[in-house]
């Protein structure tokens, strides 16, 4: 189970000098719009992956007068330390430098949801399929290489597709079609879990969210024509072959899981035609699947939810806090506070943010 026993936050953002020992199961951080709530998500975010949701650039995150960031954390008695400047990075786990930030989210699985880093449902096909295989990879580290090769050969294609390079190309596609099969059916097999939870729990945990005559369903579009069935490397693979000559003309593979997709319906309505507030009613109904597939598989992820009570009502925030509360997982949740949070106090712990510094309440 990822617990944060004790949080230290040296140099991020607004955030300064700071050490944190969190609740193992609810923390609430509330401040008023400016004082660091979003960093702090961020920062913890950042703890688990080695990188921000909000940005690609070190330079976004390290504080205005400063010139590095520095966290650390204890994870279930294993310390984690990230200490970065524009040209050094040093990410430890037990003060041993680790080559791959897979290794970060292993000791720390994380799942976020902020209107930051935007919804699933709704949300670009990107974000999709960053939040699927999250829940892919966390099933099954293994398929971690299948995805690195897959970028790999991808890359390879595309760069014999720019160059014009026919005759190589056979066998990379031979490669392709085994790994986007391989890549596919992790993909199907999870999201048929997350429909199997789906089913189990739309009745009981998830009743608020979802009202017993509304149906939540989503379909995973693996990135291929509807004629190729995607698992099968021999399609795929003539497929590819027949139509050499247009991702010769485009110069890229246009086809592929990394051009899947998931959609989503709420009764049988499409997500693009859902409110705001059913859209991210609905991301948090799918995020709290995946974590509760986590759970049944044994593993117990940290969930960072920012700004839980915009667009959500009373009823909703509360079912979500009561589901959370009861699998027993840590999680962080930051709020404007002025609503007044539906907590259990002997399970939560509340701070207050006020220009980056957080303090116990
Ligand atoms: N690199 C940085 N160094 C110092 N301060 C920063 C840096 N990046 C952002 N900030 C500042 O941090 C402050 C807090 O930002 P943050 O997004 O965490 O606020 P928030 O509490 O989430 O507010 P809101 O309620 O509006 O979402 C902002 O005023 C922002 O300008
Ligand atoms: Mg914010």
């Given at each position: 189970m990822a617990n944060i026993e004790k949080l230290h936050v040296l140099k991020f953002r607004n955030l300064t000098d700071q050490y944190l020992l969190p609740n193992n199961n609810i923390n609430v951080i509330l401040g008023q719009n400016g004082q660091g709530k979003t960093n702090f998500i961020e920062s913890i975010y950042y703890l688990g992956h080695g990188r921000?949701?909000?940005?690609?650039?070190?330079?976004?995150?390290?504080?205005?007068?400063?010139?590095?960031?520095?966290?650390?954390?204890?994870?279930?008695?294993?310390k984690i330390s990230i200490n970065k400047t524009r040209d050094k990075s040093d990410v430890l786990i037990e003060e041993e430098k680790i080559t791959s930030n897979s290794f970060l989210s292993q000791i720390l699985p994380i799942q976020v949801i902020s209107p930051d880093r935007g919804f699933v449902v709704g949300g670009s096909p990107k974000l999709?399929?960053?939040?699927?295989?999250?829940?892919v990879f966390h099933n099954n580290n293994a398929t971690l290489?299948?995805?690195?090769?897959?970028?790999?050969?991808?890359?390879?294609?595309?760069?014999?597709?720019?160059t014009g390079s026919h005759i190589e190309l056979e066998g990379w596609f031979t490669q392709f079609?085994?790994?986007?099969?391989?890549?596919?059916?992790?993909?199907?097999?999870?999201?048929?879990?997350?429909?199997?939870?789906l089913e189990r729990e739309s009745e009981s945990k998830l009743d608020s969210l979802i009202k017993s005559n509304d149906?939540?369903?989503?379909q995973i579009q693996t990135g291929w024509p509807k004629e190729v069935n995607p698992r099968s490397q021999k399609q795929?693979?003539?497929?590819?072959?027949?139509?050499?000559?247009?991702?010769?003309?485009?110069?890229?593979?246009?086809?592929?899981?990394?051009?899947?997709?998931?959609?989503?319906?709420?009764?049988?309505?499409?997500?693009?035609?859902?409110?705001?507030?059913?859209?991210?009613?609905?991301?948090?109904?799918?995020?709290?699947?995946?974590?509760l597939v986590l759970v049944n598989n044994k593993i117990k992820?940290?969930?960072?939810?920012?700004?839980?009570?915009?667009?959500?009502?009373?009823?909703?925030?509360?079912?979500?806090?009561?589901?959370?509360?009861?699998?027993?997982?840590?999680?962080?949740?930051?709020?404007?506070?002025?609503?007044g949070l539906p907590l259990n106090t002997e399970k939560s712990t509340i701070f207050e943010i006020k220009n980056g510094v957080l303090e116990a309440v």
């Open positions: 921000s949701f909000k940005t690609k650039s070190l330079k976004d995150i390290i504080p205005f007068d400063g010139q590095q960031i520095k966290i650390s954390a204890v994870v279930d008695k294993q999709k399929r960053s939040y699927l295989d999250w829940g290489k299948i995805y690195k090769t897959y970028k790999k050969t991808l890359k390879n294609i595309n760069a014999l597709l720019t079609a085994n790994l986007s099969v391989e890549i596919t059916n992790h993909r199907i097999s999870y999201t048929e879990k997350l429909r199997d939870a149906t939540f369903y989503f795929i693979f003539e497929y590819l072959l027949k139509n050499k000559k247009t991702f010769l003309k485009t110069k890229y593979l246009s086809y592929g899981p990394h051009r899947a997709n998931i959609e989503y319906f709420l009764n049988n309505k499409n997500e693009n035609h859902l409110s705001r507030g059913e859209q991210k009613k609905m991301s948090i109904v799918f995020w709290l699947l995946q974590v992820p940290i969930i960072l939810i920012d700004d839980i009570s915009s667009e959500l009502d009373y009823n909703k925030i509360k079912s979500i806090i009561n589901y959370l509360t009861e699998i027993d997982i840590q999680i962080f949740i930051t709020d404007i506070g002025n609503k």
